[in-house]
């Protein structure tokens, strides 16, 4: 190793010892639990068999992919639009965008008292159901619930990802704005040709932490409706926590590794739908 | 007022009711006595009620009986308070340590592997929380670190997000203010503290902000790995209270608002400005 490679790797160093013992060691060393059976002796892919016939696996699965397949993508275009909407009105920029990412860091025990009023059988959201002829639905204690899941998801995400993009889009210079607009060019034919482009390579970043964020609803959905919610907002997650407070670490880490294809599958889908608009 | 202004005003307007309200409505509840929060959730859990759900906007008699509750007869309150301080706090000074060193060799030093550490990094990134949980309380069993601070703190110190976001920054800075460092005789230590980290001070704070922030909210991690209420973070604590309906329920969650929304006013220009530099 060259003298130069060493001292990269010194200020590397206590970065990585912690990534390997908190993260990768982890991580890797839990396969035992899925790949040895309970006396110790190898036991193969059995226990990522077991994990993959289980129904209630399989249950957790499709609702984690349909709120990642229908939330991920929402809250981009949900974030764009915003962003760009605000690009065309900087005065108020700074001010909504604030707004908009307040949301993330209150605290989610305050949001979900203010949920549990807003999606009360008697509260707003019903109201204006009863006004539409609609009847009253229980949000919170049925599979109606996926639906407030998804609301809350964009609710507190969108300001997260909404300031990345106007971050970027602050960048565009303004003569060549100024150029396209001497050319005729309209807001939205702008908006398309000038400013998506130049948002693509955020979206990809942006997508990813939305879609870490999207696997991360169990909490919201834990803190809504406990260990064993409604069916439909029962997630892959909720079959790991469960396995493994009853004691069955090879499910909960044959589930995770299962999982884990998936979470790189969602990022190169991302990668490629970014690119190939 | 012309047709624009108009629609301008109207969009802010309901970005504002979106957004905002959910502090008021949480602001309002705080300034309940403690028997209208009672009755409160009284009203709020029987589900079967007619007619529409009370707001309690404002408050029968405003006042801060809750506020004092807290402060004079609640030390578990204070105690779990003093928890998120000491949990963020540490968490974000142990990233600050590590983290821009890191940085700082994945952006601006030439090395073998460095495509392969980034990746290190950025796979670690991609996964959720729950993936990497079961190892993780392995991990802390082995290191006979279960239900003590430290592990939370020492995962969120090491989170590969930092690393990323201060490298992706770090590539602004031109190498030529590098290279006259070193010309100047300065060497790779010397360069490190005395020219980029004073050039990553918005990106720092940026950084420990969200670091903070996520430190403040968290939920999965204390449920996991403490067992013992004295030490769960307030933001655990909070749905502890709220689960036992508790009159001060919402003058916490006030209470617990105010550092990060503090924080937020102070360094929110300054994440913006860093997030539009680092190119990603």
Known sequence: ?????????????????????????????????????????????????????????????????????????????????LAIVLFYHPRVQRQISGIVFLPYVLPLSAVLAYFAWAFDPRGPINALRDLLGLNSVLFLQSGALLFVVLILY????????????????????????????????????IAWHLLLPLLRPVLVFAGILAFAQ???????????????????????????????????????????????????ACYALLVLGVRHE | MNKKNLSLVLFCAIAAILFLFPCLYVLNGSLMSGWETVLYWAEIQN??????????????????????????????????????????????????????????????????????????????????????SVGQYMAMRALDLLNSPWALILPEAFAPFAVFFLQQYMHSIPDSTLEAATIDGAGRMQTYLRVVLPLSRP???????????????????????????????LSLFLHVMMGAQASAFFAACVIAIVPIFLLFLLFGDTLMESLALTES
């Not at chain 1, 003569?175 to 060019?185: M, S």
């Not at chain 2, 707001?55 to 006042?63: A, I, Q, S």
């Not at chain 2, 060193?101 to 550490?117: H, W």
């Open chain 1, 154 to 189: 964009l609710w507190r995400g969108t300001g997260f990802a909404l300031v990345f993009l106007t971050a970027r889009l602050s960048q565009m210079p303004r003569e060549v704005l100024e150029a396209a607009r001497l050319d005729g060019a309209g807001p939205v034919r």
């Open chain 1, 1 to 81: 190793m060259k003298k130069k490679d060493i001292s990269a790797y010194l200020f590397l160093l206590p970065s990585l010892l912690g990534l390997v013992a908190f993260f990768y060691a982890p991580f890797l060393w839990s396969a035992r639990f899925v790949l040895l059976d309970n006396r110790g002796a190898w036991q193969g892919l059995v226990g990522f068999a077991d994990v993959l016939r289980n129904e209630m696996f399989q249950t957790g699965l499709k609702n984690t992919l349909l709120l990642c397949v229908l939330g991920v993508p929402l809250l981009l275009v949900l974030a764009a639009l």
């Open chain 2, 203 to 233: 990106a720092l704070i940026a950084v420990a902000f969200l670091t903070a922030a996520k430190c403040w909210t968290m939920i999965e991690q204390p449920v996991l790995l403490l067992s013992t209420e004295r030490k769960y973070p």
């Open chain 2, 47 to 132: 589900v079967g009620g007619e007619g529409f759900l009370p707001l309690r906007m404002p408050p029968y008699e405003p006042n801060l009986h809750q506020y004092l509750e807290l402060f004079f007869q609640r030390p578990e309150f204070l105690q779990t308070l003093i928890n998120s301080f000491l949990y963020a706090g540490t968490s974000v000074l142990g990233m600050l340590i590590t983290a821009p060193m890191a940085a700082f060799a994945l952006a601006k030093l030439r090395f073998s592997g460095k495509r392969m550490v980034l990746l290190l990094f950025v796979f670690v990134m991609l996964l959720p929380y729950q993936v990497l």
């Open chain 1, 214 to 264: 999207a696997q991360d609803l169990f909490r919201e959905i834990y803190l809504l409706a406990g260990s064993y919610p409604p069916a439909e907002v029962y997630t892959v997650q909720h079959f790991i926590f469960n396995s493994f407070h009853s004691g069955d670490f090879g499910a909960a880490v044959g589930a995770a590794y299962l999982v884990t294809p998936l979470a790189f």
